[in-house]
């Protein structure tokens, strides 16, 4: 399973994404389906929006691209999706301190620009 922490990879580049979090959001889970439709991402994928971010996606799960509202803390969240997944998971995030909690049960951990080289907008 591909874990992204939304959050993390939209604000690791400076595109203004600050002035409307929901539209960035947006263009990043667009991206992510872009991708993994052609076979770009491992499958299944889920995305953990938070804050404003989540008014950009609705929540949704299918088959190939999850959308994950975290009621509180983004972080808790995609520590709580970690540990519940059957499969591998792969966290997305420079976050360190999320990175060394998610490792704690099982993941492995890359940073934001090994997605950013896999989507069809490079701008996400």
């Not at 691209?65 to 519940?84: C, I």
């Not at 492995?108 to 896999?118: A, I």
């Amino acid at each position: 399973m591909l874990l992204i922490d939304a959050a993390n990879v939209v604000g690791s580049r400076p595109d203004g994404w600050w002035r409307d979090r929901a539209k960035a959001a947006r263009r990043l889970v667009e991206g992510v389906r872009a991708a993994t439709a052609a076979s770009r991402l491992p499958r299944p994928v889920v995305v953990v929006l938070e804050g404003q971010a989540r008014q950009g996606v609705e929540e949704a799960a299918d088959d190939d691209v999850a959308v994950v509202h975290a009621p509180g803390s983004g972080d808790d969240t995609l520590v709580e999706v970690a540990t519940r997944a059957t499969e591998q998971v792969v966290l997305v995030s420079a976050d360190r301190a999320l990175g060394e909690r998610c490792r704690l049960v099982g993941a492995e951990v890359v940073g934001p620009r090994w997605l950013l080289d896999r989507l069809d907008d490079k701008r996400a």
